[in-house]
Every structure is written in C-alpha cells, then in structure tokens.
C-alpha cells in the first residue's frame, strides 16, 4: 500500500487510517468502490471510473463527499506520489459511521471516503499467451449487479469456486443467459463477430467493456451487444474476460471442456489485445 492513505479529506500513514467498527460499511457492505488502474503514473479512463462511482453513489442513495474535480485531484496526487509507475488506485465511500446498529439510514449521514493506491499486479504472460481457464455458476446476486456496491459476498464465494478448481474466474448464467463474470466482464466471439451481453441491472457496466467495444468499432471488427445464451458462451469460438486489472485475457478452457477447436487464445483475442496495448500507449504518451 501507498506511504499515505486519503481518509475523509486527510492523508494519513495506512497504520492511522482507522475505520470505526460501527461504519455501515463494515457492518452492513453499505457503500460503493472504485478500482481504477494507472499506467505510468496516468490514471486511466478516470473520469468514467468517477462518472460510475457517481452512479453507484446515487443508486444507494448516497450525496457524493466530494466534487468531481476534487476526486480527480485527489487521485491524480496520489497516483502521482506512489513508489511504483502501475499501480491500482481503490476508491471506497460507505454511508459512515452509525450510533446504534439499524438498518435505516442515520438521520445524519458522515460518510467514510477512503483512496488507496496499491502496485499494479497485471496477469502473467502465459496467462495472455495460453489463456485461463474458468468455471460457470448460476448467479446468485442480487438485482442491482449495475451498481459497483462493497457488498461483495456473492462475488467472493462465486470467484472462490474458481479459486477451489484450479482456475482463474467463474463465468455466471442467470435464468440461461450470459450476465458477467465474478470480477470481470465476459465477451464471445462466434464465427468472426464480437458478442457482448447487454449492460443492464444484471451486470457491472465495465470501463474496460467499453473500451474494447470502442476499439472494435474502431478497427471494424464486427459486434454485437445482445443476450447471449448459455449454450452460444458454450459453443463459442472465443471467450474473453476482460477488467481494469486483468485488461483481457482469453478463456481457453470452461467446466474442463475446450473453448473452440482447440482451446487456445484465438486470432481475435491476438487482435484485440495488441489494439489495447496500442491504445494505452496513447493514453500513456497523453495523447
Ligand atoms: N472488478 N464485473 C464485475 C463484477 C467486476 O467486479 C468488475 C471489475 C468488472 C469489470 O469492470 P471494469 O472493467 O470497470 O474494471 C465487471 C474490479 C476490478 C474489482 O472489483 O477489483
């Protein structure tokens, strides 16, 4: 972690960044997050990180603490000052502290902001180069997957699934659709076209998502953002997972079964992953 950790407006050594334990997010999961990667001390795509966390703010019913200017300032300082050039900036705000543990929000709301910076920890090279392999699961969260909330515990037990089988991320059906991953976004591709599940309430509206989307477009690669089946995720030439830290790997391998002909990273995923490099190259050289 960060020599400083910015805490309700201070910045403060991690060891005196504390939390009371009546904090609604510590006992109820009552907040929202942020996790925002930076390359070369550039954070990236921040403004749609904070549009989102403003989003997932108002769907909790909760004032933001700050301006939008002052969180951009606040995490370019702090991206800025950290000892490594990536890094992976977290953004916490809660509905602070409660005087009595009740459901109801408190007449007065303090909330709790909190950003940390952490090195960036990208995914091995044999991860991009032979691909990962995942397991599926019903989702079992709630309706509102839209809102990027810290109340994670579905997440957690459906991500630690994949952990128990040796594998790197669970792919989640709900009612025979396609909805996400337990930590990522999840794109197809059949037959030379780029599927992509519909952001809704049922998943996370991914920054990474879009920028891939925007890159396909970009460079004519055809796509189409729709339900996906379960059994079209099954029978898929390429499956991809894709999010602010791992950018994009491929799927190669989901349930033990193959994905494609031969479970390998496909001639799709090599393209797309060099058009992501290209582009935060650009970003990276400001331009
Ligand atoms: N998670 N869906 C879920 C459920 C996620 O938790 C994430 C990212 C994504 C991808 O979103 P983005 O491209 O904006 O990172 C999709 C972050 C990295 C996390 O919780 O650590």
């Not at 997440?155 to 669970?170: F, H, I, K, S, W």
Request: proline share 6%; net charge neutral.
């Amino acid at each position: 972690m960060t020599a400083r950790v910015f805490l309700n407006g201070r910045w403060l050594p991690p060891d005196e960044a504390r939390v009371p334990v009546m904090d609604r997010g510590f006992l109820f999961g009552d907040g929202v997050y942020e996790v925002i990667p930076v390359y070369s001390r550039r954070p990236f795509r921040l403004e749609q990180h904070l549009q989102r966390l403003q989003k997932s703010l108002d769907g909790i019913q909760l004032a933001n603490p700050h301006r939008m200017s002052e969180w951009i300032g606040f995490v370019t300082q702090l991206a800025g000052e950290a000892e490594w050039e990536d890094q992976s900036i977290y953004i916490q705000v809660t509905r602070g502290p409660m005087a009595v543990r009740n459901h109801a929000f408190p007449k007065e709301v303090k909330p709790t902001s909190v950003i940390l910076a952490e090195p960036m920890i990208s995914p091995p090279q044999s991860q991009r180069e032979q691909g990962i392999a995942a397991v599926s699961a019903a989702d079992i969260r709630w309706l509102r997957c839209d809102l990027k909330t810290t109340s994670l515990l579905a997440n957690c037990l459906l991500r630690q699934m994949a952990v128990a089988a040796g594998c790197v991320e669970t792919a989640l059906f709900r009612d025979g659709f396609l909805t996400e991953g337990s930590a990522s976004s999840i794109f197809v591709v059949k037959d030379g076209v780029l599927l992509a599940p519909i952001k809704n309430h049922l998943m996370l509206p991914g920054i990474t998502y879009d920028v891939i989307l925007e890159l396909a477009a970009k460079h004519g690669l055809p796509y189409q953002v729709r339900d996906i089946t379960e059994a079209e995720t099954r029978g898929a030439d390429e499956l991809w997972m894709c999010s602010s830290t791992k950018e994009v790997l491929p799927i190669v391998m989901l349930d033990g079964r193959r994905v494609g002909v031969d479970g390998t990273a496909g001639p799709v995923f090599a393209k797309m992953y060099a058009w992501y490099q290209e582009f935060k190259a650009t970003v990276m050289r400001g331009a």
